[in-house]
């Protein structure tokens, strides 16, 4: 049973950081699609950052790239998002997705099989 559970949200002042952590169980394979996407109040779900594994490549939004940044750790079943410099239009629910397939578009958020609960960003002027 694959089980991810996102951690790391909080409040914090614009300019600030924040690191979320999602630890993903049970997610066995060599290669597969692991992202972040947001979906803020009243607006639709988007992709944030993703990372493919077996070739290690990264995606970023563009609203993000330079601030944040995926990473993971194999040890820990762990991918993080650290987010710097946090704009106020960064506030979001915050959702971890995984698959284990590699073959599509990174942020088509359709193709995702597994999905945690979420955690809350809120970042004040």
């Known amino acids: 049973q694959v089980q991810l559970v996102e951690s790391g949200g909080g409040s914090v002042q614009a300019g600030g950081s924040l690191r979320l952590s999602c630890v993903v169980s049970g997610l066995t394979g060599r290669t597969n699609s692991v992202a972040w996407f947001r979906q803020a109040p009243g607006k639709e779900r988007e992709g944030v950052a993703g990372?493919?594994?077996?070739?290690?490549?990264?995606f970023y939004a563009d609203s993000v790239k330079g601030r944040f940044t995926i990473s993971r750790d194999d040890a820990r079943n762990t991918v993080y998002l650290q987010m710097n410099s946090l704009k106020p239009e960064d506030t979001a629910m915050y959702y971890c997705?995984?698959?284990?397939?590699?073959?599509?578009?990174?942020?088509?958020?359709?193709?995702?099989?597994?999905w945690g609960q979420g955690t809350q960003v809120t970042v004040s002027s």
């Open positions: 990372i493919k594994t077996g070739s290690e490549t990264t």
């Open positions: 997705a995984a698959d284990r397939s590699v073959h599509f578009s990174i942020f088509d958020s359709r193709r995702y099989s597994y």
